[in-house]
């Protein structure tokens, strides 16, 4: 049923977005809003569940971005993320 369908198409993934938002969106509601038709999940804070970070700085040193490298989580920018995942 309805709620089973929208169960399903989360389960590719947790994605956390750190930074300013990619060209082609205006801003962070539009970008949470194409991950999740795309079947991802746009989460709040990094955690072990997340299975991506986001960003255009993957040198930043903000608190997002060291605790992805302590879990060792993917940090991407906007165009990997796409490659990565056939978008």
Request: cysteine-free; hydrophobic content about 30%; glycine content about 6%.
């Amino acid at each position: 049923s309805f709620f089973f369908f929208f169960s399903t198409i989360e389960q590719k993934g947790i994605i956390i977005h750190t930074g300013s938002v990619p060209e082609e969106f205006s801003n962070r509601g539009e970008l949470k809003d194409y991950l999740e038709t795309v079947g991802f999940k746009m989460g709040s804070s990094v955690n072990k569940k997340t299975n991506y970070l986001i960003t255009e700085d993957k040198e930043s040193s903000s608190s997002k971005s060291k605790k992805a490298r302590e879990l060792n989580i993917p940090i991407v920018n906007w165009k990997e993320f796409k490659n990565l995942n056939n978008l």
